[in-house]
């Protein structure tokens, strides 16, 4: 579920707790989470509703003034109410400056299990930083659908960082790449 930075600031303030989508099929589920550009949100309920079930309090908790605010439903899908809330920053902002030389060692180690592909795409971050994904994947032979979940791996250990275009290594990335050399 992508959200604006604007509503996303307003998440986070507490001036929003609900969100309308049109969906097949729900892409986030009651219990879970969701990471953002600006941090993670709990989702509290994902019901799916019909548009008369919308209530002024929804208007209100969604940041909108009025009915005639919300976007059209006349997409293909079902409609959903997602009631949420900011649960924090993101954990990998945190994790992108542990340089604990241990836990840099069990990194370098998984990274090795992981395959040879983790060094060649950490060095190619550190010497093409803000270039388009689709140009790093091409550089290489990928297609873009398969370079970006392996980018999503190294950061989800908080070694790159994206950018607007493309990534950078953080400092965490920096030291595995020069452990990895």
């Known amino acids: ?22 969906w097949k ?3 986030v589920k009651t219990g879970g989470t969701l990471k953002t ?3 993670i949100l709990a989702i509290d309920r994902v019901e799916k509703i019909l548009p008369s079930q919308i209530t002024n309090a929804d208007i209100k908790n969604a940041g909108l003034r009025s009915r005639d605010e919300l976007c059209s ?20 902002i945190a994790l992108r400056q542990n340089l604990d ?3 840099l060692k069990n990194v370098c180690e998984r990274l090795r299990k992981m395959g040879d592909w983790t060094a060649k795409f950490l060095r190619m971050i550190h010497d093409q ?3 388009h994904a689709q140009i790093l994947a091409e550089s290489i032979g990928l297609e873009t659908r398969v370079f970006k979940p392996r980018v999503r791996k190294l950061k ?3 070694l790159t960082e994206s950018l607007h275009p493309g990534y950078r290594l953080s400092p965490r990335g920096k030291k595995v790449l020069k452990m990895l050399s």
């Open 25 to 27: 099929k729900p892409t």
């Open 1 to 22: 579920m992508l959200l604006k930075n604007e509503i996303l600031d307003l998440i986070i303030a507490g001036k929003i707790s609900v969100v309308f989508r049109m």
């Open 37 to 39: 550009r600006k941090g």
């Open 73 to 92: 439903f006349d997409r293909e899908g079902d409609l959903y109410r997602i009631k949420v809330h900011y649960a924090g920053e993101d954990p990998r």
């Open 101 to 103: 030389k241990a836990e």
């Open 129 to 131: 930083p803000n270039i």
């Open 156 to 158: 989800a250990l908080g």
